[in-house]
């Protein structure tokens, strides 16, 4: 009786199967098929082993050598219910660990059920898999499949959310829930919202003594237009783009291999979005910007390095080159995610188990990307760089080559003889002494630091190219060397309101092209919902990079649609819809809590407040550089890595260097490998792969780093110094302080408590404003936006 309350609970109702398909399906696909996935298909799909299959009803009635391993409607007589739960001493699945309670308990449900398959799942044939598979009307029906619609905004009750058509949308989910907004912020909160949002940077005193000045309607809509001017807002929202494409200085492979050239792809990023180049070109330039016109040669060289998106895909491994396929596979899960919010890598090794994306379209994308030629950065098997782009090809022949030619010479000798000393340290005598190895080091080394001083500058992208064009074979269950059927390149279907064109090539510019044909129903929502998600907390689809069957749907679908149809009609203007989402009410509210609404809303998904958030680890840095006097504005130019002759990195002996800089924290070096410590410990991204979302994590640690870091007491002994040279009273020194740190005037009980501290400090002598604004570097309301 219990089992079939289960059911019950779990399906709706014990109606006849075929009345239960839709609930039986998605049973199946959110419970059971990842089961299956995650523990079976690895021995029991393809060669079966012990005779059996899983990838089937029909494969798991017939079973294997031990008889049928599922009997429709009692799972305890089932063998796959027996051995799941290790009750067979004989047979045990999976061998190592046994599955957990939970989905030990799905398989019972499932199989007490008769075991239900979707109908659009057949028995496999001799047909390969990614040849049967169609896409079927529901999985076409789902949201996010759906045509992008231009739906007029609500009318709103309230005057003044009537003015911008979002506000409408967010009003009339409000009132479904029967949740009350929450009144507008004061202009103190605002202006230091906007210029953390929009430049991860504080306002000025000034800035704000202006902005409270400025009566007039528009004094918001004037200030968000000069934060948007601001060379600081493509160095924040840089960043953010940043975090998705998972960039990085250095290659990710076993040594990490520095990549002295990718700075100039951040720089291209931190550009384009300050000149508000339409989103459209800027998708273009990053997939195809090799293969598109330009009107001059720096428009030319800068479209190049935009591919540095693609060349900066991770390598695995200790030779990279044997394992491109993993670099092809990262370069297809990062384009899904970032740019139509879909996971496709899932489909590498099977049809995707959740969204309408077949093994077959996996590789018709792989095979355009096995058509570009990407850059190697070096090794442990090759120490040497290969295929970056020269900005002016002769250089390479008359200049470049020669030069490195003689060093490698040198730099070759050099590292045998110091395999030769490793080698003497390790207990393995070479045929002559060490003073003599050390000898010729002494040597070498004399010959290769003057050469290491005169290296020529020749300018270089790490960028991709047009390699050889031809399609992909299906890597059975994602394995390179068993290789199916020969799959043409394209896109995918799923998205595609057309057949795939006449591919020239690679085939990237024609994906390009795809990925920003309006007709396209995933990439403004994608993008759009990205700038949500920074400027409220999180995306009106909480999943920022999945948009798929797994994802959380829209909380508000109509606004989305909205909001994409406007940004493909501004001309793709990213600073466009930072307007439009800045200048509404939703954004403008207090951020205060409301206990009714609290009850029904805790996660503020409707947005009847503004959600409250803590600086994030870039933001928190800068502001200190800044408060202190010492933040230097500006891209660095390279970092200083190591010349590359001198390059011997290997797996035991990988790169690592963390640059001390007064730059703004976009600027510092991001290794893939070893973690910068500053940001691991603030939650900054993991440059291995695609943060969409960065965790919020609350450690002692933390903490005490506010309280002893270098950072922070340098900043406040810096910042003190500055206070006592330019205010001569305690009380100005302290309304100071606070007009910087927080945005506003200390109260007359704040200044009370700062005086009372400091006559205590001095009594002991010490730095006492030091300490105190040390306290207040420390207080919740400088780490917080309200």
């Known amino acids: 009786m219990k089992s079939i309350l289960s059911f019950v609970v779990a399906f709706g109702c014990l109606q006849p ?3 239960q398909e839709p609930l039986a399906d998605q049973f199946f ?7 299956l996935a995650n523990n079976c298909y690895q021995c029991h799909t393809g060669a079966s082993s012990g005779g059996l299959r899983v990838d089937s009803r029909e494969a ?12 429709p409607g009692n799972p305890s007589a089932s063998l796959l219910i027996q051995a799941t739960n290790h009750t067979l001493s004989r047979l045990k699945m999976p061998p190592a660990d046994k599955l957990e309670p939970a989905d030990l308990a799905d398989l019972s449900k499932w199989v007490e059920a008769g075991a239900p398959w979707p109908k659009s799942d057949p028995a496999p044939t001799a047909r390969s898999t990614a040849s049967r598979y169609r896409i079927t009307p529901q999985q076409r029906a789902f949201w996010a499949f759906q045509p992008v619609r231009n739906p007029a905004p609500p009318p709103a009750r309230l005057k003044p959310w009537q003015a911008n058509p979002i506000d409408a949308f967010i009003l009339q989910k409000l009132d479904e829930k029967n949740l009350a907004p929450s009144p507008r912020a004061s202009k103190q909160t605002l202006i230091r919202r906007a210029s953390f949002d929009l430049t991860g940077l504080p306002p000025t005193p000034q800035e704000i003594d202006a902005f409270l000045a400025d009566k007039s309607p528009t004094a918001f809509a004037k200030r968000i237009d000069r934060l948007l001017a601001s060379p600081r807002y493509g160095e924040r929202w840089g960043r953010h783009w940043l975090d998705v494409v998972r960039y990085s200085d250095t290659a990710g492979d076993a040594s990490d291999y520095p990549i002295p050239q990718a700075h100039l792809y951040r720089d291209y990023v931190i550009d384009a979005l300050n000149t508000d180049k339409p989103y459209n070109q800027f998708v273009r330039e990053q997939l195809a910007g090799d293969l598109l016109p330009s009107s001059s040669e720096p428009q030319k060289w800068q479209q190049l390095i935009a591919t540095g998106y693609l060349a900066n895909a991770r390598r695995f491994n200790v030779n990279p080159l044997q394992f491109s396929h993993l670099t092809i596979d990262d ?3 990062n384009f899904g995610k970032t740019f139509l919010g879909l996971s496709i890598a899932c489909a590498r090794c099977h049809d995707h188990k959740f969204d309408p994306i077949p093994n077959r379209d996996y590789f018709a994308l792989y095979g355009i990307f096995q058509s570009t030629k990407y850059p190697f950065p070096g090794s442990e098997k090759n120490h040497r760089p290969q295929g970056l782009i020269p900005r002016h090809p002769d250089e390479v022949t008359t200049i470049l080559k020669p030069y490195l030619d003689e060093l490698y010479k040198i730099t070759g000798r050099l590292g045998k003889v110091e395999g030769e000393k490793r080698s003497f340290v390790e207990g393995v005598t070479p045929n002559r002494t060490m003073a003599g190895i050390l000898a010729e080091i002494k040597e070498l080394e004399g010959k290769r630091d003057p050469m290491l001083a005169r290296a020529p500058k020749v300018e270089m992208a790490y960028a991709v190219v047009e390699g050889s064009p031809g399609n992909a074979r299906i890597h059975k269950r994602g394995e390179p060397k068993d290789l199916g ?3 043409p390149r394209g896109f995918l279907e799923i998205a595609s309101s057309q057949p795939t064109p006449k591919l020239q090539g690679s085939g990237r510019l024609e994906l390009a092209d795809w990925v920003v044909d309006p007709a396209n129903p995933l990439p403004a929502r994608v993008m759009v919902n990205r700038l949500w998600q920074h400027h409220f907390g999180k995306g009106l689809v909480a999943s920022p990079s999945d948009f798929g069957k797994r994802g959380t749907p829209p909380t508000h679908p109509e606004l989305l649609d909205y909001l994409a149809t406007r940004f ?5 203007s990213i600073k466009a819809m930072h307007r439009q989402l800045m200048l509404s009410e ?4 207090a951020s205060a809590e409301h206990a009714a609404n609290q009850e029904v809303d805790a996660a503020n998904d409707f947005l009847w407040r503004y959600s409250r958030h803590r600086l994030d680890a870039e933001s928190y840095r800068d502001t200190l550089l800044l408060t202190s006097g010492q933040l230097e504005y500006g891209p660095p130019g390279p970092h200083p890595f190591p010349h590359m002759g001198t390059w011997q990195f290997m797996q035991h002996g990988p790169f690592s260097a963390v640059y001390e800089s007064k730059r703004r924290s976009v600027y510092v070096m991001n290794q893939r490998i070893q973690r910068h410590p500053y940001f691991s410990l603030f939650d900054g991204a993991d440059a291995a792969i695609s943060t969409a979302q960065r965790p919020l994590t609350i450690t002692p640690i933390q903490a005490l780093f506010s309280m002893n870091s270098e950072l922070t007491t340098e900043t406040a002994s810096l910042w003190a110094k500055a206070l006592l040279e330019a205010h001569p009273t305690d009380q100005r020194r302290i309304q100071a302080a606070y007009r910087t740190a927080l945005g506003r005037a200390a109260t007359t009980e704040e200044i009370s408590r700062a005086h009372r501290y400091l006559a205590e400090a001095r009594k002991l002598g010490g730095a006492p404003l030091s300490s105190y604004l040390h306290a207040l570097l ?6 917080f936006v309200e």
Do not use: C, M
């Open 778 to 783: 420390s207080s919740n309301e400088f780490l």
């Open 17 to 19: 199967l075929h009345a």
């Open 60 to 71: 798991l009635l017939k079973g294997g050598a031990s008889g049928p391993s599922v009997i």
């Open 568 to 572: 493909v009609q501004s001309g793709w």
């Open 485 to 487: 059927e020969e799959v």
């Open 29 to 35: 696909e959110s419970r059971i098929r990842p089961i």
């Open 586 to 589: 939703t954004y403008q509210q």
């Open 331 to 333: 370069s297809i899960d």
